[in-house]
């Protein structure tokens, strides 16, 4: 890693107290990077690394993730993260930005760009668009009042939940393989290390708040997330792993609601392949930012 890190830093949106990392280099072309789900800024480090010296980089941490604050009632939605974004780059004062994002960060991105297409030059969203269609068929075809007792019934087992604990590092790290066996050694520790929190007792456990577990029963009707992705004007790359469980908008249709976008496939990746395929995907960033 680089010598010298990222200075930690915090703003407020919705009376939450959000972290973002910033990496330096104010004046140089802003670049936003997006964490996904149950993940935080940290992640980030090796691209922010390899691309600080051209764009001034920022990781921001979600709410209910790495260092920014938890909701005090538990529900999390993505039209809330998106206001964060909205939010981060409207305080910096930095925009137009490029924007690079990971799953649910990247679906987050991708609202935001529809949302202020003037706000945003270029976006890479990693396998960000959310549930395939033939998922969405599957949850749908349970009736709606089934799939609301059912939510209730998990949130109210969240609520009496605790953070899982470990009784050390190496228990965290090794629940960090099980869960990507596509990461090596040094990266299992870097985002164990930075993605836990010590316990008074002594054990470890993870910084993202128990409830992100359990999401809203709908998000917005499929025509206006359709919309959103209609109204992104900037150059996009939607990222694909060729191992990973998401499903590809060439191959599911989805891609037909973008007019900029185009999909790249990456051969021996997961969802995680800014980790897995760490130098194509690097070198894919210069290419096209």
């Not at 939940?161 to 066996?181: G, L, V, W």
Request: glycine share 8%.
């Amino acid at each position: 890693m680089h010598s010298t890190g990222p200075t930690s830093q915090t703003f407020i949106s919705q009376r939450l107290r959000l972290h973002y990392l910033d990496w330096g280099g104010r004046g140089k072309p802003p670049l936003v990077l997006v964490h996904g789900g149950r993940d935080h800024a940290r992640s980030w480090d090796w691209t922010a690394e390899a691309l600080r010296e051209d764009y001034h980089v920022i990781a921001m941490d979600h709410r209910g993730h790495g260092d920014s604050d938890w909701v005090s009632d538990g529900v999390y939605c993505a039209a809330d993260m998106v206001y964060d974004l909205a939010q981060l780059i409207h305080q910096l004062g930095v925009g137009p930005v490029r924007i690079v994002a990971h799953s649910m960060g990247g679906n987050v991105a991708l609202r935001y760009a529809g949302a202020f297409p003037d706000m945003v030059t270029k976006l890479v969203a990693i396998e960000g668009l959310g549930p395939s269609p033939e998922y969405r068929a599957q949850q749908r075809a349970v009736p709606y009042p089934e799939r609301l007792a059912e939510w209730i019934a998990k949130k109210r087992q969240a609520a009496g939940r605790t953070p899982r604990k470990y009784e050390s590092i190496e228990a965290a790290f090794a629940r960090m393989i099980e869960e990507n066996a596509y990461l090596t050694e040094e990266q299992a520790r870097h985002l164990t290390v930075h993605g836990v929190n010590r316990n008074e007792d002594g054990t470890y456990s993870w910084k993202f708040d128990p409830h992100l577990n359990v999401w809203p029963v709908e998000d917005i009707g499929d025509e206006f997330i359709e919309q959103l992705w209609g109204a992104i004007r900037c150059p996009t790359l939607l990222l694909y792993g060729a191992d990973s469980w998401a499903s590809n908008p060439e191959k599911d249709g989805r891609i037909a609601h973008f007019r900029t976008a185009r999909v790249i496939e990456f051969e021996k990746a997961g969802h995680w392949l800014h980790h897995d395929q760490f130098d194509r995907f690097i070198a894919t960033l210069r290419n096209f930012l």
